[in-house]
């Protein structure tokens, strides 16, 4: 059956009705703001445990770089689906194709700036972020590597609080959770290759965790007072940010360490993501 139009709110138009939340009354009638809320937080553990997850079994545990190339695929045809079906149709729905399209061209011109500036505070432009990460933990530069661990979790959490103010979005909280798992695996297994205790990659990683639920609580509660045309923006320059991230960094990733199941990997997540986004 073909997709069900969405309904355009245009330059200026009314905000579209909300989904009921997991604080929302029956009968039709909103949640207090606690309520939403408490949306946001449950919504931004879950996406974040993974960190914590991956990290502290990357700190024990070197898996095999087919398995994590695999994961990466995974998550990167997850991240895909949710980014076209809901992210950044939302956007044009709630400000238009011109405004949306603008805005994800920010995102990824802002992300690759960032990620230019990380990877020559290590010396070396051009390298996956495992190697920034690796090279970074070898020399103690905990900056450069913390923000490095959380470049790509900033945009996807930002994007997951935002949408939570039209809708919850269950196919985005699943694409990054998934994607979180293998991102922390692998930097965990680049951290204890540079000499970090166990103990201190489990912090990190648990200390950048409750970061992004911070980025998911931030956001949501940004979102809801301010017009349809700034959610458009702010959910367009988040998947612009998202979207670089796949093309720079995961999925070179997963093509390298992924072989020879990358592939079948990619449709997997694809096809799981847009089923839970309702096609």
């Given at each position: 059956?073909p997709?069900?139009?969405r309904?355009?709110?245009?330059?200026?138009?009314?905000?579209?009705?909300?989904?009921?939340?997991?604080?929302?009354?029956?009968?039709?009638?909103?949640?207090?703001?606690?309520?939403?809320?408490?949306?946001?937080l449950?919504?931004?553990?879950?996406?974040?445990?993974?960190?914590?997850?991956?990290?502290?079994?990357?700190?024990?545990?070197?898996?095999?770089?087919?398995?994590?190339?695999?994961?990466?695929?995974f998550?990167?045809?997850a991240?895909?689906?949710?980014?076209?079906?809901?992210?950044f149709?939302?956007?044009?729905a709630?400000?238009g194709?011109?405004?949306?399209?603008?805005?994800?061209?920010?995102?990824?011109?802002?992300?690759?700036?960032?990620?230019?500036?990380?990877?020559a505070?290590?010396?070396?432009?051009?390298?996956?972020?495992?190697?920034?990460?690796?090279?970074?933990?070898?020399?103690?530069?905990?900056?450069?590597?913390?923000?490095?661990?959380?470049?790509?979790g900033?945009?996807?959490?930002?994007a997951?609080?935002v949408?939570?103010?039209?809708?919850?979005?269950?196919?985005?909280?699943?694409?990054?959770?998934?994607?979180?798992?293998?991102?922390?695996?692998?930097?965990?297994?680049?951290?204890?290759?540079?000499?970090w205790?166990?103990?201190?990659?489990?912090?990190?990683?648990?200390?950048?965790?409750?970061?992004?639920?911070a980025?998911?609580v931030?956001?949501?509660?940004?979102?809801?007072?301010?017009?349809?045309?700034?959610?458009?923006?702010?959910l367009s320059l988040?998947?612009?940010?998202?979207?670089?991230?796949l093309?720079?960094?995961?999925?070179?990733?997963?093509?390298?360490?992924?072989?020879?199941?990358?592939?079948?990997?990619?449709?997997?997540?694809?096809?799981?993501?847009?089923?839970?986004?309702g096609?």
């Amino acid at each position: 059956h073909p997709l069900p139009p969405r309904p355009l709110g245009g330059p200026g138009g009314e905000r579209r009705a909300r989904s009921p939340g997991l604080g929302d009354f029956p009968g039709g009638r909103t949640a207090p703001d606690g309520r939403r809320s408490l949306d946001a937080l449950v919504f931004g553990l879950i996406a974040s445990s993974s960190l914590a997850l991956g990290g502290t079994v990357g700190a024990y545990w070197r898996a095999p770089l087919w398995l994590r190339g695999t994961l990466l695929a995974f998550a990167a045809g997850a991240l895909i689906s949710a980014l076209s079906f809901e992210l950044f149709a939302e956007a044009v729905a709630e400000g238009g194709l011109v405004r949306s399209a603008v805005g994800l061209i920010v995102g990824a011109v802002l992300f690759w700036a960032i990620k230019v500036a990380i990877d020559a505070r290590v010396e070396h432009p051009g390298a996956s972020s495992m190697t920034v990460m690796r090279m970074a933990a070898e020399r103690g530069l905990g900056l450069a590597l913390l923000l490095g661990v959380i470049l790509d979790g900033i945009p996807e959490s930002a994007a997951l609080g935002v949408s939570l103010a039209e809708e919850q979005s269950i196919a985005l909280l699943v694409a990054i959770f998934v994607s979180n798992m293998p991102e922390a695996l692998a930097g965990s297994n680049e951290m204890r290759a540079g000499g970090w205790l166990p103990g201190r990659i489990v912090l990190t990683w648990s200390a950048v965790a409750v970061l992004l639920v911070a980025v998911v609580v931030a956001g949501n509660a940004w979102a809801e007072s301010i017009s349809p045309n700034l959610v458009s923006i702010l959910l367009s320059l988040a998947g612009g940010a998202v979207l670089a991230s796949l093309a720079g960094t995961v999925m070179p990733e997963a093509y390298e360490e992924g072989k020879p199941w990358n592939t079948l990997a990619t449709a997997a997540g694809f096809l799981l993501s847009f089923g839970l986004a309702g096609g």
